[in-house]
């Protein structure tokens, strides 16, 4: 059985969660629907088939068969934040602080975060991804802990939800070794415990890769290139691994426009004091594990982008710098002090909760921003509805439905009033589907026939006249 520490299973854990929930207090009360939300939480759309062609059938399994693609509203982002909390209180358990600072500063870092909220902006991944986390710590806390069967079972699941949790696995189980390191345990004992677990997600990531070849037999839908490893591939594209280092292990906030000059401030400055306290705490013996464990907790967040050149690797599959983050300030806090740095010790814990609540502010800002640009959408696209009405009165479409549609919006629209913008009704998959959302009687047409007709369309654009009309029984919809 997993342990949890007494610290953490008293009320002091309750009052961590609190403060998590309130951390993503927005997210939860505006709700907003992105392109994926829109498409996903629809099943006639059949787009959740795409999680098996990915090899995500833990992830199919979760949102389509457990949720019935339902997004369920607050309660689902309310329960993701509950499962990021005990994933973080069994990793703070694992890792045995001594300090009841230092645990506490773990679990709240480790669980509010800007890369945890880009994954949880989505609907159908806020109980799943979270869900694969708790399974990723815990695979690694019981591997520690010699359970290790149900380790490997968990590491093989873990990333069909998804595969970035193998990212988590391997940045807390160096998160693990560095511990071991500081602490002075027998190296020994450290390095068998760590040969232990590489065979562990080894015979892990095997049967995941074997299930998910066989996955096709069961459900029909065959695996798409997305799923495919290539090494070499990876490493030809090393411009991007490099990026992904300077953007994220040297923390500047690539490509996430919410992460502000203040909270570059604060982990900087952890991050020095982090590297000050492995040094102070460093000997001979104990320098070259220190350096190296060090070494997989910057690389391994981003560990999968060496397996395969397909993804770009966005914030989102980043989530394992959470638990970067959350070491560097629990460290500081416990070993610090017992080396006489206790003033040290304070500013690391002030650095901390200053990155928390700065976290925060931007979490629950862009949650905001978000809701402001799914409105606007949702707005846009009635006003659009409304002439259609019009149009299919004089037409031989039923009003009651359905009223097969094809959408043309090739030029992005911004909907949103302020921060970083998107929308849905801009996006290839959802163009059409959002439409639906708003009103059921809309049916979108299969992607070659809407082809057809948008390749006929007039060269005209939303307002004017003629930018919706009637063509062989279908709507076109003509944006831009």
Request: aromatic fraction near 12%; charged fraction near 15%; hydrophobic fraction near 50%.
């Amino acid at each position: 059985m997993l342990k949890i520490s007494e610290d953490l299973r008293s009320g002091r854990f309750l009052a961590l969660l609190a403060i998590s929930l309130i951390g993503y207090s927005s997210m939860i009360v505006l709700q907003a629907f992105n392109a994926d939300d829109i498409i996903q939480g629809q099943p006639i759309s059949g787009d959740t088939n795409t999680f098996l062609a990915q090899g995500r059938w833990g992830y199919y399994f979760v949102y389509h068969v457990l949720q019935d693609a339902n997004p369920l509203g607050p309660f689902s982002l309310i329960l993701g934040v509950i499962l990021l909390a005990i994933s973080a209180a069994i990793g703070a358990s694992t890792l045995q602080f001594r300090s009841r600072a230092a645990s506490d500063l773990f679990v709240v870092l480790s669980t509010i975060s800007l890369y945890y909220a880009s994954v949880l902006s989505y609907d159908s991944t806020r109980i799943a991804y979270p869900l694969s986390t708790l399974m990723a710590i815990a695979g690694v806390s019981l591997v520690w802990r010699g359970k290790y069967l149900v380790a490997i079972a968990l590491f093989a699941v873990s990333p069909a939800i998804y595969p970035a949790s193998t990212q988590v696995t391997l940045t807390f189980a160096s998160a693990v070794v560095l511990m071991s390191a500081l602490r002075g345990i027998d190296l020994k004992r450290t390095l068998w415990k760590t040969a232990t677990f590489v065979i562990c997600l080894a015979c892990g990531l095997g049967l995941y890769i074997a299930l998910t070849k066989l996955s096709p037999w069961v459900s029909g839908i065959p695996l798409s290139g997305r799923s495919a490893i290539d090494p070499i591939g990876a490493l030809s594209e090393y411009r991007r691994i490099v990026k992904l280092f300077l953007g994220h292990s040297i923390p500047t906030g690539h490509q996430m426009p919410y992460f502000s000059p203040a909270m570059k401030a604060f982990i900087w400055a952890l991050m020095a004091l982090f590297a000050i306290t492995l040094i102070l705490n460093s000997n001979k013996f104990k320098a070259p594990l220190i350096a190296a464990s060090a070494l997989g907790l910057i690389l391994s967040p981003f560990a999968l982008a060496f397996a395969t050149p397909l993804d770009e690797f966005s914030p989102r599959a980043l989530v394992a710098f959470s638990v970067v983050h959350a070491l560097f300030a629990a460290v500081c806090v416990e070993f610090l002090p017992l080396k006489g740095f206790k003033t040290l010790a304070n500013v690391s814990a002030v650095a901390a909760w200053g990155f928390i609540i700065f976290s925060a502010i931007q979490i629950n800002g862009s949650a905001f921003d978000e809701y402001l640009s799914s409105r606007n959408d949702v707005l846009a696209t009635n006003r659009i509805i409304t002439r259609i009405d019009e149009v299919v009165a004089n037409s031989d479409i039923p009003m009651g439905g359905p009223i097969p549609i094809a959408v043309r919006h090739e030029a992005p629209t911004n909907m949103s009033p302020r921060g970083a913008w998107g929308n849905a009704r801009t996006t290839a998959w959802s163009k059409e589907w959002v439409f639906r959302q708003i009103d059921p009687r809309f049916a979108p047409v299969p992607p070659d026939v809407a082809e057809t007709l948008l390749r006929a369309a007039p060269e005209t654009y939303w307002p004017q006249p003629n930018s919706v009309y009637v063509q062989d029984g279908v709507v076109v919809v003509i944006i831009n």
